[in-house]
């Protein structure tokens, strides 16, 4: 399949782009958190083809954007608390879990009864979801498994020949995916996916939180994950990778034991003095500024794994205050939960 490459800037490229959308295609396109592949989130069998394109198992829902807040109303059975949500973080990196309506169909949420809303704030998001005039389903446009994609460029990689058309907006602001809540009861949120929205934002609005088990732990065989998405193995670049755990000290420490292992790459931080001018170290950025880490974070995976000689890449577990908790939860995905206690 040609793959349309459409910039940003394009007005016409982005109207033939919902074109695409309304007939049933799959575009790729930016968000302010990474880049999405859409499909019509009115159409069954788009939603197939997103599968298809990402090899992804079909039990897992995709998220339904929208442009306006309000639209909600037509696809799920909204509440006071949605509406609170919605004033204070929508548009924005929130996805709102709500009881869907007949319109929407079972194989955009999975099978559930629920659907996950969106109103991305990224203009281009927002002008294609206007101009397809139907509400658009969009996993990340990354294949299954790998880290998210952030740049046009990453979405080449994956997808190029696989999908009809990728829109070019440069890189993601974010970089990390949307926060998901579902909807408990009156404001009550249970957090399934830590992400641009913090747990502290969300508190400081007057919602209580509980935390999904799944953003922090592994859950066992026997369980399931409110999120359908968090069981598989995620955000993985080739390489494998392993956290360090305990004292901030002890840790760069055994960081630095291996400077000379053949393969072995050590993430860590500008500060991290000692670590950051090892030849085989690679600077993430500053400790203290977590949104950048945030935004370079699934970037710097997918360029590690363009070096082959990297085989094992090895870093601190991240604290978990802020859009700290979002880097944790990829990072322990991403390493497959392999953390060692030092
Ligand atoms: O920032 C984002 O959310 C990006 C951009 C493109 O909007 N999208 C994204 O989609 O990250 P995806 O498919 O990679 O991750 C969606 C997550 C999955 O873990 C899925 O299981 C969960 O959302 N999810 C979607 N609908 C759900 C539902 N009805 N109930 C529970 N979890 C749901
Ligand atoms: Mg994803």
Redo the contacts with the bound molecule.
């Keep these: 399949m040609e793959t349309l490459i459409i910039s940003g800037n394009d007005d016409n490229g982005i109207r033939i782009a919902a074109n695409i959308i309304r007939e049933g295609g799959l575009v790729a396109f930016p968000?302010e958190?990474?880049?999405?592949l859409g499909a019509s989130a009115l159409l069954s069998g788009a939603a197939k083809k997103i599968y298809a394109a990402k090899g992804r198992p079909s039990d897992?829902?995709?998220?339904v954007?929208l442009s306006t807040p309000e639209d909600a109303e037509k696809f799920a059975y909204v509440s006071d608390t949605y509406f609170k949500l919605a004033e204070k973080f929508m548009p924005g990196?929130l996805?709102v879990?709500l009881q869907k309506k007949d319109i929407i169909p079972f194989d955009v949420?999975g099978g559930?009864d629920?659907?996950?809303l969106?109103v991305?704030s990224n203009p281009v998001a927002n002008k294609l979801i206007r101009y397809a005039g139907v509400p658009i389903a969009?996993?990340?446009?990354n294949l299954s498994g790998k880290p998210?994609t952030t740049r046009a460029s990453h979405v080449i990689n994956d997808l190029y020949g696989r999908i009809d058309a990728i829109i070019d907006a440069g890189e993601c602001s974010i970089g990390l995916?949307?926060t998901?809540v579902?909807v408990e009861g009156d404001n009550s949120l249970k957090l399934?996916?830590p992400?641009g929205i913090t747990l502290e934002q969300l508190k400081e609005c007057g919602f209580r939180v509980s935390l999904d088990k799944a953003v922090t732990q592994k859950l066992d065989d026997s369980e399931r994950p409110?999120?359908?998405?968090?069981k598989y193995r995620h955000y993985a670049p080739r390489a494998s990778v392993t956290l360090f755990d305990g004292d901030y000290e002890i840790v760069k420490r055994k960081l630095y034991e291996l400077r000379d292992v053949d393969g072995a790459a050590i993430l860590c931080y500008y500060e991290d003095t000692e670590l950051a001018g090892l030849k085989n170290s690679i600077v993430i950025g500053s400790r203290i500024d977590k949104q950048n880490t945030a935004h370079r974070l699934f970037a710097l995976l997918r360029d590690i794994d363009c070096d082959s000689s990297v085989k094992d890449i090895y870093a601190a577990l991240p604290e978990k205050d802020g859009i700290g908790l979002a880097i944790f939860n990829r990072l322990i995905k991403a390493a497959g939960y392999r953390v060692i206690k030092v």
């Design positions: 968000t958190t990474v880049y999405g897992n829902p995709l998220i954007h990196p996805t879990i949420t559930l629920t659907v996950g969106r991305p969009a996993p990340s446009a998210s995916e949307s998901i579902s399934l996916r992400g409110a999120a359908p998405g968090m």
